[in-house]
């Protein structure tokens, strides 16, 4: 019997290869496909739909600005658009209720199988379509406005997918830009059509310009047909702009477009036309602060985006600001002579003439630079090529004497700005030690006559006397002012300091003052300020003060019959609500100012050159007011006519604070008042005749007055007296008032002593260290009497205040 034949270890019994083969076919064919099947490409997402709706027809030039700033801000969307435009064409189509609901039917009709994802609805007509049928046409669907006039927030308050963007011109702005560049401008004729856009347009900028209404005649045009509008527009007299919002209908109630109402408004008005809206630009409309589609169109993209990204609508901020721009149209410019330097920064002009250069004026400087660069190498090489030595032994030689050079200048520099800067600390030593000395005997002196001239049975000639010695130390005084006020101007050296003060009481005092000078040259003085004016504010009261005082004063002194009318207007400034803009208006019936001098009028020891008057004064009044206004974030501006009067304009920027609680009167335990005890005044002064002057002026007013003659016998005198003010001079021996006032500020009673600096120091570093020491205000000598005891008005109100409990 034959053995079976033995195989090797590791390979296959025969015929076991061709059945595993046929097991992974059957494998194969039994699993599901789905597990070896090549995945497909991903269908591409749905495109988003977008509604965008117009209130008019498609011709328009603002619904064209729209569209293309829409169609261009969703092309670079992360999502395809499918962007669907619809125009209601409410201009030409009376929109009643019936044109409405047959609107809202065809609308209901066209988007029943899809609804927009969004839409975007322009103008009021369609935002107010929207609000009305948003529930039965789209209750689902986001809304994003723009260009709507007017609008408030309680339109969506109950409408939490509303959000967009408003429009809102500014009718002050337009004007402003206007008035700087035809300043001699005297009247303003506004012009609206008289359907309903028109109507509310007018009645809005009646109410933007009524702070103009007391500088210019502003007169709104009538209703007329187009003829009649055209005859009134040439016979403007050549002083007057016109401002124009919209016009579409005439009085026979005939339909104009935008380019055909302003074209024949433009060839009949002899005068500018400036206006509000962007669809006139290019037509005639010489410019102005415009509202444009563009920017409206490309700011609802954004708020767009911001909701098909997942934001729900009633997050997002209406906005309403920045969507106005400065356009100017060039032709316009040329036609009225007006230069394009006169226009505010960041304006646009249309139909500018083409310039080669202005057009490609960086690739002229590259080409310019390559080309200069290319040959300056080919000169450079010719030069090296020809003489290296020489030009090397040249260059080495060159170098050695410009180091020399440099070396000589540099430590003659050094040595001029060190004497300069000793010069500098020694004049300004000088003046403030010669301020000292003229202001000390000044205050002695026309203190001592005003003392003199209130006594009675005092013969005339003598007050005649008294008279002149007043009014030419007063004078003395003014010119020792401004010089040194100049000089710390020219120095660097002036300043302001800023603390809350009661804004109406500070005019108060202004006033009074003015009123009484004015009534004695029998001239007509009055004051108006415009409602909601701040009642406290952070400022320099006192170089307010200076600058009101300084311009009224000017009125009065070249106003002989007439008026003077000062007119305190506010603006909030926009993006902080606590900040304002302040404006004073100083306007005047006198002589005025020549042209020729109103470009120089600020200008040191200007004075008027050409103005016919024999008025002292030293001609810096102007450059000091100007310096401390713009220290005040504010500045001065004039205008004026000769023969007829000027116009000083004072703008400054300030912070309103809420006013301090009413002080109020303490009361016994009956509800009685109590007596008010009599007031005590520490006088501190090393001059004799300061302090006897002092004391009599107050003993004559009620006060009981107790003198010091230097620092250290004013700290001994509190601790005995306890006065209830203190009057500290700054430079005495021994102990000086700085040093004096911390010893006593430091002590629980003075803490809440008021101690005011009487100085004749009036530097402004003398003034801030006598504030940082403590002292709560400052007065420089010599001073007016007024001025004094208003002051001690505001410091010795009683402690105890009216001011409701906090718990």
């Known amino acids: 019997m034959t053995p079976a034949p033995r195989h090797r270890r590791g390979r296959p019994w025969p015929g076991t290869r061709p059945a595993v083969m046929w097991g992974m076919v059957l494998l194969l064919t039994w699993l599901p496909s789905p597990v070896f099947s090549v995945p497909g490409p991903e269908p591409p997402p749905a495109p988003v739909r977008v509604l965008l709706l117009f209130s ?331 003489g290296r030595r020489k030009v090397a032994r040249t260059l080495e030689q060159s170098r050695t004497l410009l180091e020399q050079k440099v070396h000589e200048r540099t430590a003659q520099f050094k040595r001029a700005k060190e004497e300069a800067e000793a010069a500098n600390r020694a004049k300004s030593t000088f003046l403030a030690h010669m301020s000292h000395e003229l202001r000390t005997p000044l205050n002695a002196i026309i203190g001592f006559s005003g003392l003199i001239k209130q006594e009675k049975n005092l013969p005339g000639r003598h007050v005649e006397s008294l008279e002149i010695i007043l009014k030419n130390g007063e004078h003395l005084l003014d010119l020792i002012n401004d010089v040194l006020e100049f000089t710390k101007i020219e120095s660097g050296d002036i300043s302001v300091v800023s603390a809350p003060f009661h804004l109406q009481n500070g005019l108060a005092s202004i006033l009074q003052v003015v009123a009484h000078r004015a009534k004695e040259k029998e001239i007509e003085f009055h004051c108006t300020w415009q409602e909601g004016l701040p009642e406290v504010i952070v400022g320099d009261r006192l170089r307010l003060r200076q600058v009101l005082m300084n311009l009224l004063g000017n009125a009065l002194k070249f106003t002989k019959t007439g008026y003077i009318h000062l007119y305190v207007s506010h603006r909030p400034c926009p993006g902080d609500k606590d900040l304002t803009d302040l404006f004073f208006y100083v306007e005047d019936t006198g002589q005025g100012i020549p042209s020729e001098d109103l470009a120089d009028i600020f200008a040191p020891f200007a004075q008027g050159r050409r103005m016919p008057h024999n008025k002292p004064g030293s001609g810096l009044g102007l450059t000091i007011c100007r310096q401390l206004a713009r220290l005040m974030a504010g500045d001065i501006t004039v205008t004026s006519t000769p023969g007829k009067g000027s116009l000083f304009r004072l703008s400054l920027r300030t912070r309103k604070v809420a006013p301090p609680c009413a002080p109020s009167r303490q009361r016994s335990a009956d509800g009685k008042e109590m007596p008010t005890e009599t007031r005590r005044i520490l006088v501190v002064d090393d001059n004799a005749a300061n302090r006897l002057f002092l004391k009599r002026l107050l003993a004559s007013a009620g006060f009981e007055v107790i003198c010091a003659v230097d620092g250290q016998e004013a700290v001994d005198r509190f601790q005995d007296i306890r006065p209830h003010l203190i009057f500290m001079d700054l430079r005495m021996p021994v102990m000086d008032g700085i040093e004096a006032t911390k010893l006593i500020k430091a002590t629980p009673e003075g803490a809440v002593t008021p101690v005011i600096a009487l100085t004749a120091c009036t530097f402004g570093m003398d003034r801030q260290k006598a504030l940082e020491a403590g002292c709560d205000d400052f007065l420089g000598k010599p001073f007016k009497k007024a001025a004094l005891f208003d002051l001690m008005e505001t410091y010795l109100s009683p402690p105890k205040t009216d001011c409701p409990d906090d718990h």
Not at 67 to 79: R, W
Not at 162 to 180: H, Q, W
Not at 264 to 281: F, K, T
């Open 56 to 386: 008019y027809h498609q011709s328009l030039v603002w619904e064209e600005e729209i569209y293309h700033a829409v169609k261009e801000g969703l092309q670079d969307a992360p999502y395809p658009v499918d962007l669907h435009v619809e125009h209601m064409d409410t201009k030409r189509t009376p929109y009643d209720p019936s044109y409405e609901a047959q609107l809202s039917d065809l609308f209901r009709h066209k988007f029943s199988r899809r609804p927009p994802d969004l839409v975007i609805a322009c103008d009021n007509n369609a935002f107010e379509f929207m609000r009305t049928r948003h529930k039965v046409l789209f209750p689902k669907t986001p809304v994003v406005f723009c260009g709507v006039n007017f609008f408030h927030d309680e339109q969506i308050e109950a409408l939490p997918l509303f959000t967009g963007v408003a429009e809102a011109f500014d009718a002050p702005r337009t004007l402003d830009i206007a008035l700087a560049i035809h300043p001699d401008a005297t009247h303003v004729y506004v012009l609206n059509d008289h359907l309903p856009t028109g109507l509310a347009w007018t009645r809005t900028i009646r109410e933007q310009l009524r702070p103009y209404e007391e500088r210019l005649a502003i007169t709104y045009l009538p209703d007329l047909t187009m003829e009649n509008l055209e005859k009134r527009l040439a016979t403007l007299p050549d002083t007057a702009i016109l401002l124009m919002g919209v016009y579409f209908r005439d009085a026979a109630n005939r339909y104009f477009t935008e380019q055909e109402s302003m074209e024949r408004i433009s060839r009949a008005s002899s005068v500018p036309v400036y206006g509000l809206l962007d669809l006139y630009l290019g037509h005639g409309l010489l410019g102005g602060n415009l509202i444009n589609g563009g920017s409206q169109g490309q700011q609802a993209v954004v708020l767009a985006k911001k909701v098909l990204s997942g934001t729900p609508p009633f997050a997002i901020p209406v906005v309403k600001s920045g969507a106005n721009r400065n356009l100017f149209d060039h032709r316009q410019l040329e036609r009225f002579g007006i230069s394009e330097h006169l226009l505010p920064r960041e304006s646009t002009l249309v139909h500018r003439p083409f310039s080669f250069y202005a057009t490609y004026k960086t690739l002229v400087w590259l080409v310019g630079a390559y080309t200069l660069l290319i040959s300056t190498g080919i000169c450079l090489l010719l030069v090296h090529l020809s």
